[in-house]
């Protein structure tokens, strides 16, 4: 497991999901979750990785740990998740995402698994 000097978590709940291939992705297949940060105001979309240029495994490996670190059994069950989502400090990029300490799931950090299809 990865350990980011600067780690940061915030509880989110994803409001929506994206798996698909569309206008606002360039016709490239992607998969991206909108998560609402609630009272901290706002909220964004994570994900969104290009699925389609490394290898179909690299795709469906990356859907099925969002499923995993979100504690879902299908992509229909992560809307309405309440999840962690991990930056690499204050303001910083969402890195990952992971589950409440009181529910199923596990952390998934995205690079981790880019890094085992790239070295390839």
């Known amino acids: 497991m990865t350990t980011i000097a600067d780690e940061r978590t915030e509880i989110v709940k994803i409001t929506d999901t994206f798996l698909g291939a569309n206008e606002d992705s360039h016709g490239i297949l992607t998969a991206t979750l909108t998560v609402d940060y609630g009272t901290s105001g706002g909220g964004q979309r994570i ?4 699925l389609s240029t490394k290898t179909s495994a690299f795709g469906m490996q990356f859907v099925k740990a969002l499923m995993d670190a979100a504690g879902a059994s299908s992509w229909e069950q992560l809307k309405g998740k309440t999840i962690l989502v991990i930056t690499d400090g204050p ?3 969402v890195i990952g995402i992971q589950n409440l300490p009181t529910e199923r799931g596990r952390r998934f950090i995205f690079d981790e698994l880019t890094a085992q ?3 390839r």
């Not at 994900?47 to 290009?50: D, L, S, T």
């Open 47 to 50: 994900g969104g990785y290009n």
């Open 117 to 119: 299809y790239t070295t």
């Open 91 to 93: 303001q910083g990029p």
